[in-house]
């Protein structure tokens, strides 16, 4: 059973500045940020696959930058620039395969998931 633990998320003002962590139990080859607000479905943020490729939402190129430390099988999400639509709970996801990814994956994807964290974004 893999362990995954975030943290990081709070509050900011509009044009703020954010990070995430996540750590893992294990090693996974896979890892990727989600986020979801009440009523809507979990979607994808960013992911890095086996090959350290990363895939961003259109909604967050040029803004979030998505990041893994193999060492440590931690992995980091820093956003920028934040907008007030960007306001949801951020999950860590993690799968123990390899994976290559030429588009954002859908949550079901992953096997493994953290607690979530809320990031609030005011304008």
């Known amino acids: 059973q893999v362990r995954v633990v975030e943290s990081g998320g709070g509050s900011v003002q509009a044009g703020g500045s954010l990070s995430l962590s996540c750590a893992a139990s294990?090693?996974?080859?896979?890892m990727g940020w989600f986020r979801q607000v009440p009523g809507k479905e979990r979607e994808g943020v960013a992911v890095?696959?086996?090959?350290?490729?990363?895939t961003y939402a259109d909604s967050v190129k040029g803004r979030f930058t998505i990041s893994k430390d193999n060492a440590k099988n931690t992995l980091y999400l820093q956003m920028n620039s934040l907008k007030p639509e960007d306001t949801a709970m951020y999950y860590c996801?993690?799968?123990?395969?390899?994976?290559?990814?030429?588009?954002?994956?859908?949550?079901?994807?992953?096997?493994?998931w953290g607690q979530g964290t809320q990031v609030t974004v005011s304008s």
């Open positions: 890095i696959d086996s090959a350290s490729s990363a």
């Open positions: 294990g090693y996974t080859y896979c």
């Open positions: 996801a993690a799968e123990v395969g390899h994976c290559y990814y030429y588009s954002l994956p859908s949550a079901d994807t992953f096997r493994y």
